[in-house]
């Protein structure tokens, strides 16, 4: 069965430094993955995808993240974080077998950004 | 072009009632995928439809249902709420039924049943 894990729940970090955020998927076939953000009261927006190809894609926002098959990861990364990115971030796999059109949610990391 | 539409935006409920929730999609937009965020379980796909057929349903009992209009607007409707059904309802639209489109998300409905 499809599953995203992210194992932190809630992260800080200070403006200006580095942000690695984890995620770690079960699925039996190749994996659509997937960053979404989302704000205080706003709906979800993605922030970068992977189907196949390059295992590191880049997003908007500066972001990036980098697929790793042997590990079933698929970090998301910044290199310098603004004090706009604090938000909520979920990692997710779409559920496409069998001509599905889902996605599976991890259960999200909250971003703290302090001055 | 506008984005996902979901009205209303604050719905207050109280038990054994029924609600119906709306969602426009973006326009030429033909899948429409609901799903419900809370805090205990996270956000669960409920159901997607695409050209007005229901193509695939999450794991919610019966009281949760939805149809998709030949505009491509979307209903999801649940009756006899309960407590645990409060939550922030989202919709997510796409261009087709191929996980290879990217679903776009409204801002939501934030239903509370008291």
């Known amino acids: 069965a499809q599953s995203v894990t992210q194992p932190d729940i809630h992260i800080t970090v200070s403006e200006g430094a580095s942000l690695e955020l984890r995620c770690n998927y079960s699925?039996?076939?190749?994996?659509?993955l997937f960053w979404y953000v989302q704000s205080p009261g706003q709906g979800l927006q993605l922030l970068l995808k992977?189907?196949?190809?390059?295992?590191l894609v880049q997003g908007i926002k500066g972001f990036e993240a980098e697929f790793k098959r042997s590990q079933s990861s698929f970090n998301l990364r910044k290199p310098s974080v603004h004090w706009s990115d604090a938000a909520e971030y979920f990692c997710?796999?779409?559920?496409?077998?069998?001509?599905?059109?889902?996605?599976?949610f991890g259960t999200g990391t909250r971003l703290t950004v302090i001055p | 072009k506008a984005g996902v539409t979901q009205t209303p935006r604050y719905l207050i409920k109280t038990r054994g009632q029924q609600v119906t929730l709306s969602c426009s999609p973006i326009?030429?937009?033909?899948?429409v995928s609901w799903y419900q965020q809370t805090p205990g379980q996270g956000l669960q796909f409920l159901f997607e439809?695409?050209?007005?057929?229901?193509?695939n349903k999450g794991n919610f009992p019966g009281r949760f249902s939805g149809r998709q209009f030949s505009n491509s607007r979307s209903e999801m409707n649940v009756s006899t709420l309960e407590l645990g059904d409060s939550a922030l309802y989202l919709c997510?639209?796409?261009?087709?039924?191929?996980?290879?489109?990217?679903?776009?998300f409204g801002p939501g409905t934030r239903l509370t049943v008291l």
């Open positions: 439809y695409f050209s007005e057929t229901q193509r």
């Open positions: 992977y189907f196949s190809g390059d295992t």
């Open positions: 326009s030429g937009h033909r899948s």
């Open positions: 997710a796999v779409g559920n496409f077998q069998t001509g599905a059109n889902n996605l599976f």
């Open positions: 699925y039996g076939a190749t994996p659509y």
């Open positions: 997510a639209s796409s261009l087709g039924a191929s996980g290879r489109y990217e679903q776009f």
